[in-house]
Each structure stands twice: as structure tokens, then as C-alpha cells.
């Protein structure tokens, strides 16, 4: 258990309706990452963070956005979200001079 | 486009016997491969990974091999046991900012009783 929480587990929501998952560790990681699982597509990045305030985006970025005001707190915000991102969510953690990452345990996120 | 690619979505495989499990990637910038394991409802776990300046990396039952001149890295499984069971996926680390992970598809294996 590399010391990653990802909250809540499992959500249901509403087309148009704001979301937002929240990824914790316990390990004082520097890099921070947000990826969906889609059938077909194996895991797709879609933003990042390398530190405290800083950000990039990932590959499949339109319509969310994230934050990191500390060190411990990754989130992800789904802004309106959409039928299309229902998909099953994974937070990543690395550290600095580490070559593997470590993921969480997943948040499967519904869209009606 | 796909950078890391799995063509196989599936394999099937008696216990005891060896497993093979096939990556491609395009990106010749990739520096880094990994091979994660996935069981549902859980999240991937790091399996073994192999530089790009080595060839072969072994760790008990599981061995990665790579090949540069093809851009094609492979994990082979013996023996296959049952447990082995679960999505694999294959990673590549660029030089990018964040040295971010690009996966491909998965592939499902199931080893047979």
C-alpha cells in the first residue's frame, strides 16, 4: 500500500452537475497524477501536478480541471460533467527519483 | 495517436505454461517501460519494468525483454499460474515534464486451471 486514498469510491451524478475527487498520500510524493480507465483505451492521463501550485495538463484534459494546495491533496474537477466521462478514475503518485508510480484504488464515476 | 500499443485485448493460457504478452510504442524518446497488473475493482500495481539502455530484466517468474531496433518490448510469464490472472498493461516513460506514463490498452490474460 504505497499510502494513496481516493475519495469517494463510487459516485453517481447528474449530466450538467459539478464533481469533484479527491486524491490523498500519506508518502510527501512530489509528483501527482489523474488518469481515466476507458475500455479499448487502457489508462489515459489527463492532468498532472510536480509540486505544490503546479500543474500540466495530460493527454484527454477538456473538462476537468485540478488543484494542488498541498503537498498531500490532488483534486479533480469535472466542471459540468458529461456522459462521457463516466469512466473509472485513477490518482498515480511518484516520487522524485523513483522510475515506478503507485495508483490508488479508483473512483468509478457515473454520468446520467 | 497511440503511442504504446497492445494489439492482443486477450490471452488464454493453461497453468504451467509460459505466458507472452506483446507491447509496440512509436515514440523512440521513451527512455523508460513498465508493466503494471491489474485485478477489477482494484487499482494497477507495478510488476517490473527495464530501462532502454538494457535488453532483459528478470524478476522470478516474470522477465521483460526489449527490443529498440523494433521499438518492441514483451513479458513473458513461467509458469503461468491461475493468480496470474488480471489485466496487464504496458507503460512507457518519456523525458517529458513530470516524466509522465503513457499505457497501452491492456491486455486480459487468464490462465486455466
Known sequence: DAGITQSPRHKVTETGTPVTLRCHQTENHRYMYWYRQDPGHGLRLIHYSYGVKDTDKGEVSDGYSVSRSKTEDFLLTLESATSSQTSV????????????AFFGQGTRLTVV | ?????????????????????????????????????????????????ISSIKDKNEDGRFTVFLNKSAKHLSLHIVPSQPGDSAVYFCAARGETSGSRLTFGEGTQLTVNP
Not at chain 2, 504504446?4 to 509460459?18: D, T
Not at chain 2, 509496440?24 to 519494468?49: H, R
Open chain 2, 1 to 49: 495517436d497511440q503511442q504504446v500499443k497492445q494489439n492482443s485485448p486477450s490471452l488464454s493460457v493453461q497453468e504451467g505454461r509460459i505466458s507472452i504478452l506483446n507491447c509496440d510504442y512509436t515514440n523512440s524518446m521513451f527512455d523508460y517501460f513498465l508493466w503494471y497488473k491489474k485485478y477489477p475493482a482494484e487499482g494497477p500495481t507495478f510488476l517490473i519494468s
Open chain 1, 89 to 100: 478514475y485513477f490518482c498515480a503518485i511518484r516520487d522524485r527519483t523513483a522510475q515506478t
